[in-house]
C-alpha cells in the first residue's frame, strides 16, 4: 500500500500561546493569520490553510500528526487495510473536519499511542503564505511540510506499524553508540523526501524529539541562525550535516518540550528501483554538536 502521499501538519497541544506567535513568526518566517478559525491557532508556510495547528493544552507535546492521501477512494482503502491489520479506526466528527478545513478524514492509534490523522482534500489558497523572512520559501510541494522524529520505545512494534500498516517505505538506518550502548534510529518515506518519519529507539520526556523544516539555500539556513542567536533561543543542536539524507541543519529549542530542526539540501529519493538502504554509525557527518 503506497497510498500516503505526505506529512500534511502537525496539531501540537500547548499553551504558550503568545511564545508560539512569535516563534513561529519572527525566528522560523511563517505567518499567523488574522483570521483564526476554530479554538487552535493555525501556522502557515505554503498554499496550505496550514501546516500546524496549536491546540490548547499542558503537553507541551506532538497531539496528533496529520498525512494526506489523494482523494475520498484511497482513503477509503487506506482505512480497509488498517481494520485488516486489526487496528481501530475512528471516523471524524463534523466538528473535527470544520477545524481541520478536510473533505474526509479517520483517525487511529500508533503503537506508542501517537495519534495519527489521515485526510484528503484539504482546503489549499490562492494567495502564497506571507513568509518576509525566508525570501525563497519553504521546500514543500508534493514533499508535504517536512519531516518528524519520534520516540519509539518499541522499536520493532513501531517499524511494521508504520511499512506494514501505512505502507511507509524504509530509506536508511543509523546505529550509533550512546554512553556505551547501541542506539537504532530507522528513516521512513512516503514521497521523495529521504525521510518523513524518524523512529528514534530509545524513551524520551516527550513524544516529539524534533520536527524539521526546509529551505531552498543554505544561506537561509544562516539566516535563520543569527535570528536564533539575537532572540536569544537556545539551540538544541548547533549547525551540522547528517551523513544520511545529507542535510545542513541546526536545531533550535520550541517553547515547547521539542526541537526545530531548520535545515537545506537534504537529499531526495526518485529513483526508488536503485535505492541502496544503508546504516550508518553516526547521526552527523560533523557539527550538530550540543
Not at 526541537?259 to 541502496?276: K, L, S, T, Y
Amino acid at each position: 500500500m503506497e497510498l500516503i502521499k505526505q506529512l500534511s501538519y502537525l496539531v501540537l497541544e500547548s499553551n504558550k500561546t503568545d511564545e508560539w506567535r512569535r516563534y513561529a513568526t519572527e525566528f522560523l518566517g511563517m505567518e499567523i493569520p488574522a483570521e483564526q478559525a476554530g479554538e487552535y491557532m493555525r501556522i502557515r508556510m505554503d498554499d496550505f490553510a496550514y501546516r500546524f495547528l496549536i491546540k490548547p493544552g499542558s503537553s507541551e507535546d506532538l497531539w496528533a500528526a496529520g498525512f494526506l492521501v489523494a482523494n475520498n477512494s484511497a482513503l477509503e482503502e487506506v482505512a480497509a487495510h488498517v481494520v485488516s491489520h486489526g487496528v481501530e479506526v475512528h471516523r471524524a466528527t463534523p466538528a473535527e473536519l470544520a477545524e481541520r478545513d478536510v473533505q474526509d478524514m479517520i483517525w487511529l492509534l500508533d503503537p506508542n499511542g501517537l495519534r495519527i490523522e489521515i485526510t484528503c482534500n484539504p482546503k489549499r489558497m490562492t494567495t502564497p503564505a506571507k513568509t518576509p523572512l525566508v525570501q525563497g520559501g519553504f521546500l514543500t510541494g508534493d514533499m508535504g511540510l517536512g519531516h518528524i522524529a519520534i520516540a519509539a520505545p518499541d522499536l520493532q512494534a513501531s517499524e511494521a506499524f508504520y511499512k506494514d500498516v501505512l505502507g511507509f517505505k524504509l530509506s536508511d538506518y543509523i546505529v550509533q553508540d550512546i554512553q556505551g550502548i547501541p542506539i537504532k534510529f530507522t528513516f521512513f518515506h512516503i514521497n521523495p523526501r529521504h525521510h518523513t518519519l524518524a523512529l528514534a529507539g530509545i524513551p524520551i520526556p516527550a513524544r516529539l524529539n524534533h520536527v524539521m523544516v526546509e529551505v531552498k539555500t543554505v544561506d537561509e539556513v544562516g539566516f535563520a541562525l543569527e535570528r536564533a542567536r539575537e532572540m536569544g533561543i537556545n539551540l538544541y543542536m548547533n549547525i551540522g550535516r547528517h551523513p544520511n539524507d545529507r542535510m545542513l541543519s541546526f536545531y533550535a529549542n520550541t517553547p515547547s518540550e521539542f526541537a526545530v530542526e531548520f535545515g537545506a539540501e537534504g537529499i531526495e529519493i526518485r529513483d526508488e528501483a536503485n535505492w541502496e538502504i544503508k546504516t550508518f554509525d553516526a547521526l552527523s557527518d560533523w557539527g550538530h554538536k550540543q
